[in-house]
């Protein structure tokens, strides 16, 4: 149903999410949607009703592969830049598969791979939180103000969303005890250094990020050396508050994924601005 509305009427939408859906061949011979969308997608790898990889389903209807219709919307979007991948986190079955497309000109095409998944949504991914994170703020007029993946200045972002300056967890309290403080600064004319501290003298890490840009509507995707290691993090801004919502090392090792911790599965807290 969905596909089939934006299909015939995309300028009524901001963005789309396909839960466990298909797209038909009758549907997509004449699909020429009138503008790109943000997307959000889930599949199961074996499911048995929609197959993953086309053909008829359980009713006869011809449909296209999984990958056919996320290659159809990526192209849609403007997605020219390599796929980030990563694994959602958790140790208990089945393995869920992240592929993001943040560098694309018109908005953020996220897919869910389920490997072995039929036609439902597993528990372990919170298919509902997703939704609500990923369509939020994403209203046309935000969607016609911004160009998508638009690279620029470190510092004009950094500055152009307030980040400069002090975030904390609380900054009504000290750092310490759990109470973590991000500070961001301009070094160098252009880079920005983002140093985490849980205690007056305990720094977790410092990274001079050099590299920047909006991969979305109050998202902004980030690059920087951490003790001569490139990492990759994606932010989420809301107001004067972040979240590190993706985070992996340049060769692949995940550290955030989907607003979670890789290591544990535990939810990436906010940071508010102090001061």
């Known amino acids: 149903m969905a596909l089939r509305m934006i299909c015939a009427d995309a300028g009524s939408f901001a963005a789309i999410g396909l839960l466990i859906s298909a797209m038909s061949e009758v549907t997509g011979a004449d699909c020429r949607p009138s503008k ?18 086309g053909g008829p389903s359980v009713r006869r209807d011809p449909l296209w592969s999984t990958e056919r219709l996320l290659g159809f919307v990526r192209a849609l ?20 598969e992240i592929e993001r497309s943040a560098d694309c000109a018109n908005g953020p095409v996220i897919f869910y791979r389920v490997v072995g998944g039929g036609h439902e949504v597993p528990g372990s991914l919170d298919a509902g939180r997703l939704l609500l994170d990923f369509f939020r703020d994403r209203t046309s007029v935000a969607r016609d103000n911004r160009a998508g993946s638009q690279a620029g200045s470190v510092r004009a972002l950094f500055e152009k969303y ?17 109470n973590l403080y991000i500070f961001h600064r301009v070094v160098g004319g252009d880079n920005v250094e983002r140093a985490q501290m849980s205690g007056a003298t305990r720094q977790d890490f410092k990274m001079v990020v050099d590299r920047a840009a909006e991969s979305g509507p109050n998202e902004l995707a ?7 290691r490139r990492f990759d993090m994606l932010l989420r801004i809301e107001g004067k508050r972040m979240q590190t919502l993706e985070s992996a090392t340049e060769g692949g090792q995940t550290v955030i994924a989907g607003g979670h911790f890789a290591s544990g599965g535990a939810p990436v807290p906010w940071f508010s601005k102090c001061g």
Request: glycine share 14%; hydrophobic share 40%.
């Open 162 to 178: 307030d980040l400069v300056g002090a975030f904390a967890h609380d900054c009504g309290k000290p750092v310490g005890g759990g």
């Open 36 to 53: 790109p969308l943000p997307a959000l997608m889930i599949n199961g790898t074996a499911d048995r009703i929609l197959p993953y990889a």
């Open 77 to 96: 979007d403007g997605c020219a830049a390599a796929v980030q991948r990563s694994t959602w986190p958790g140790r208990s079955p089945p393995t869920i």
């Open 222 to 228: 980030i690059s920087g050396t951490i003790d001569a």
